[in-house]
């Protein structure tokens, strides 16, 4: 009886893990990118538009895969799904490690993009199951390994790369993400009949989200709320923190992995304020912090890299609040259509790198308008990253805006 017992406590745990695993690998695959940004110019002689439409193209399928996996994910479990996607994503990464031209580098963002898309709805969808009481609080922690899993993309990513080589790397990790796909399928459990959405009710929930207008509002704040991962920490950050400090890969690349962690922290800490004050306010609240503290780190003079540093990592944890997105639309739509839910908040949210990412680069385009290094290489400075960014913090003041039109509801 005590076994019986203990295992209905272990077994949810088990398929969160696996999830957790998931997430992370398919993280740092995402991410791994950011640090090998001028690495991956030089070698295959890009330019920052071509860099940016590049590792971008991983959010298209990313994007346009939310929807459709969630719904899988809602009819036929997370034990296939996680299987399957994990076994792609390390496909993926075989793929951008064996590149010899531009466009290899581009089938391996799509697939990786493609696979990666269901991670976060996945964990979603087992929390939903194991712990709904949870939910709020563990996908903040979902987010925070997420955060980890950046960290490791980032930091360690280009101590290593610049150790052994970036393609040595990738195969390694490959090889990771191969044994987390074995785990998933010989450890989780197949979803019963009661926990899998029945045909003929399938757009459902997806129905429900699309028809209501706070849902949309709330998808545009989780989308600039995410940001400062997707376009500072994932792709431009580290060149940023060259451009103005002067400082290595390795050195800049600490940034990007103090925004990744702060992030995470601040979906928990978020979700945690949230359950005094609600989401909606919680969320109003964070956001004032993330603007001030990124006006700072970004455009003031007075101050040294630690510190333009920790102002990055406070604003994160301000911006961690975006997390919450996903547990207010989740009440807008019955409990069985957890997996749609998160597919449709996190395809507005990811929509972040779709735009902002080929964006930024073309931005830093045109403000560098044609100039150039002495070794004809082109040349971008700090007042260019600057003028490039503004854009970031107009999004965000404009979602906070539409936030305060949101009216929170728990599905009857």
Known sequence: MALTSNNKIILPFIGIIIGWLFYLYAYFARVEPGVLTNDLMTEFSLNASEIGAIVSMLYVPYVAM?????????????????SLCCFLCSVGVLIFGVATEPWHLVVA????GLSSSAAYLSCGKVISESLPSKYSVFMGITMFVGGVGG???STITAGLAKTFGWRNLTYVMATIGFIIGMLAFMF???????????????????????KNPSCWLIGFYGCTSYLPLS??????????MQARFNVSTTEASICSAVIFICFGLGSILAAKVANIINNKNTIILFAVGLILAFLVA???DSIGFLTCVVLFGVGSIFAGSGTLVFDMTYKFVPSNFAGTSTGYTNMLVMMSGVIFQP????????FRNGKVNPDGTPLYDIVM????????LFVIILSVIGMLFVKERKYQ
């Open 66 to 82: 939310q929807i459709p996996w969630g719904i899988l994910v809602d009819k036929l479990g997370c034990k296939f799904i996680i």
């Open 109 to 112: 963002r799509i697939i990786i």
């Open 151 to 153: 960290t490791l993309g």
């Open 188 to 210: 989780l459990k197949p979803e019963s009949k009661s926990q899998i959405v029945e045909k003929g009710h399938t757009l459902e929930g997806l129905a429900l989200l699309s």
């Open 231 to 240: 376009a500072i920490a994932e792709l431009w950050g580290t060149p940023f």
């Open 298 to 300: 970004i455009y003031s």
């Open 359 to 366: 964006l930024l680069g073309k931005l830093l385009d045109f």
């Open 385 to 392: 990253y600057r003028s490039s960014f503004m854009c970031i």
